[in-house]
C-alpha cells in the first residue's frame, strides 16, 4: 500500500464554479479526515467519516461544502459556487482507530485549489 | 483564538547540532501531542507523537518533551542533518470519551533550515 493519494493535485477555476476532489485512504484506515491549509497557517479540521458515517463538521464547513465517503471507502469533498477565499491546500488524512491505538493520522500530498 | 501556538517562525541550526523545536498549549484538556513534518508540494508526515501521561518519547533523533504544568512541549533532533529542513507542525488532541473521535489542532509550523 503506498499511503493516502488525493486527485487531483492542482485545480484551478473561476469563482463560481464546482469543484470536487477525490482521497483514496490506507486501504485498512477506518477514519478519514478532511483539512484545508492556507498559507502560513497549520491544516485546519473540515469534517471526519468513520465508514461511511459523517461524524463531525467544523464551522469552518459552509454550506457550499460538502463531502462524503460512500462504502467507507474512497472520500469526496465538493465546493459549490467556488469563492476567492476558498483558495487553499485541501489536505485528506486517514487512520486505524481501535480500542486502545493511537491519534495518528497520515496524510496525503493534497490538492491546491486556485479560485480566479 | 489558538489553541496551539509555534511562537517562532523560524530557526537556523548548523549540520551536526541540535535543534529545538517549541510548542505551547493553552488547552488542558489536551492529552496526545504530535509533530509533523512538511517538505514543499507534500502533505505533512507524522514524526513522533506523546501522551499526556508520560513526560518524554523518544524515537531515534528525535525526542518530544511534554511539560504539563507550563502547557509547553519541545521537540528535539540530534544531531541535525540537512535533510531536516522542512516546516514542523505541533498538533494537538484531546478524547475523554476514548472514541477516538477528535480531529487534531495544529500550531502554525516553524521553518526549521539545516545549514551544512
Known amino acids: 500500500d503506498t499511503g493516502v493519494s488525493q486527485n487531483p493535485r492542482h485545480k484551478i477555476t473561476k469563482r463560481g464554479q464546482n469543484v470536487t476532489f477525490r482521497c483514496d485512504p490506507i486501504?485498512?484506515?477506518?477514519?478519514l479526515y478532511w483539512y484545508r491549509q492556507t498559507l502560513g497557517q497549520g491544516p485546519e479540521f473540515l469534517t471526519y467519516f468513520q465508514n461511511e458515517a459523517q461524524l463531525e463538521k467544523s464551522r469552518l464547513l459552509s454550506d457550499r461544502f460538502s463531502a462524503e465517503r460512500p462504502k467507507g471507502s474512497f472520500s469526496t469533498l465538493e465546493i459549490q459556487r467556488t469563492e476567492q477565499g476558498d483558495s487553499a491546500m485541501y489536505l485528506c488524512?486517514?487512520?486505524?482507530?481501535?480500542?486502545?491505538?493511537?491519534?495518528?493520522?497520515?496524510f496525503g500530498p493534497g490538492t491546491r485549489l486556485t479560485v480566479t | 483564538d489558538q489553541q496551539v501556538k509555534q511562537n517562532s517562525p523560524s530557526l537556523s541550526v548548523q549540520e551536526g547540532r541540535i535543534s529545538i523545536l517549541n510548542c505551547d498549549y493553552t488547552?488542558?484538556?489536551?492529552?496526545?501531542f504530535l509533530w509533523y513534518k512538511k517538505y514543499p508540494a507534500e502533505g505533512p508526515t507524522f514524526l513522533i507523537s506523546?501522551?499526556?501521561?508520560?513526560d518524554k518519547n523518544e524515537d531515534g533523533r528525535f525526542t518530544v518533551f511534554l511539560n504539563k504544568s507550563a502547557k509547553h512541549l519541545s521537540l528535539h533532533i540530534v544531531p541535525s542533518q540537512p535533510g531536516d529542513s522542512a516546516v514542523y507542525f505541533c498538533?494537538?488532541?484531546?478524547?475523554?470519551?476514548?472514541?477516538?473521535?477528535?480531529?487534531?489542532?495544529f500550531g502554525k509550523g516553524t521553518r526549521l533550515s539545516v545549514i551544512a
Open positions: 488524512a486517514s487512520s486505524l482507530w481501535s480500542s486502545g491505538s493511537s491519534y495518528e493520522q497520515y
Open positions: 488547552n488542558s484538556m489536551f492529552d496526545y
Open positions: 506523546i501522551s499526556s501521561i508520560k
Open positions: 486501504s485498512e484506515h477506518n477514519r
Open positions: 498538533a494537538a488532541s484531546f478524547d475523554p470519551a476514548n472514541s477516538g473521535n477528535t480531529p487534531l489542532v
